[in-house]
């Protein structure tokens, strides 16, 4: 599988074998979707990261930003949890 940096955002105009990696990255995105309906939205916050990564690559912003903002609210949560535990450990 391929991994992008952010650079690469808006790349599938300029290279030669733009349609080919469309084609693949929409693949990703449906491979994942299917994944996450399968389990019913109960997926690692790695999912929603990939496939807003993926769909901001085709330039798809507002379905890319989506998925993005559900990673990072789950990893936001995340951590108020930890923060919680922590205070009680030391409190307690």
């Known amino acids: 599988m391929y991994f992008f940096h952010s650079s690469f ?5 300029r290279c030669k074998d733009g349609a080919k990696m ?11 979707e299917s994944l996450i309906v399968k389990a019913e939205g109960k997926v690692e916050s790695d999912f929603f990261c990939q496939l807003g990564h993926f769909n901001l690559l085709l330039e798809d912003y507002s379905k890319g930003n989506s ?11 995340l951590c108020l949890v930890y923060i919680v535990l922590v205070f009680l450990v030391i409190g307690g």
């Not at 955002?9 to 105009?13: A, C, E, S």
């Not at 998925?67 to 789950?74: A, D, G, N, R, W």
């Open 9 to 13: 955002f808006g790349f599938l105009t």
């Open 22 to 32: 469309k084609t693949l990255l929409n693949k990703a995105i449906h491979c994942y």
């Open 67 to 77: 998925f993005v903002l559900k990673c990072l609210i789950y990893i936001y949560n």
